[in-house]
C-alpha cells in the first residue's frame, strides 16, 4: 500500500504526515487531539505547548489504558459464560449417557 501524504493542523501548527491510514481518519484523529489540547490549556490555564501536549499525551493514554482494561474485563467474561455452556452441555450429554433425561 503506497503512503499518503495527510495535511493537519493543531493548535494552529501545520503538519505533513506519511501514513498508510486512511486520510479521512487521520484527520479525525488530528481533530480529537486539537479539541483535547483546547481543552487541557483551558482547564489548566496552560499557554506551554510542550505541557499542553504532554497532559493530552497522559490523558488520551488513560482512555486507551481504561478501555483495554474493560475490553480484557469483557473478554474474561466472556470467556467465562463459553465455559459455563461447554460445562451446561457436558453435564447434559453425561445425563442421557447415564439414561437420564436431565428432567425432574
Known amino acids: 500500500m503506497s503512503k499518503n501524504l495527510v495535511s493537519i493542523t493543531i493548535r494552529g501548527q501545520n503538519y505533513s504526515i506519511r501514513t498508510d491510514s486512511d486520510p479521512f481518519e487521520v484527520k479525525q484523529i488530528a481533530a480529537m487531539v486539537d479539541q483535547r489540547m483546547k481543552e487541557i490549556e483551558e482547564s489548566t490555564r496552560t499557554?506551554?505547548?510542550?505541557?499542553?501536549?504532554?497532559?493530552?499525551?497522559?490523558?488520551?493514554?488513560?482512555?486507551?489504558?481504561?478501555m483495554k482494561k474493560r475490553l480484557d474485563q469483557n473478554e474474561n467474561e466472556q470467556l467465562n459464560r463459553e465455559q459455563n455452556l461447554v460445562d451446561m452441555i457436558d453435564q447434559v450429554l453425561i445425563d442421557q449417557e447415564n439414561g437420564r433425561d436431565g428432567q425432574s
Not at 499557554?47 to 481504561?66: E, G
Request: no cysteine.
Open 47 to 66: 499557554v506551554d505547548s510542550l505541557r499542553s501536549a504532554i497532559l493530552t499525551a497522559m490523558t488520551l493514554a488513560d482512555d486507551l489504558w481504561q
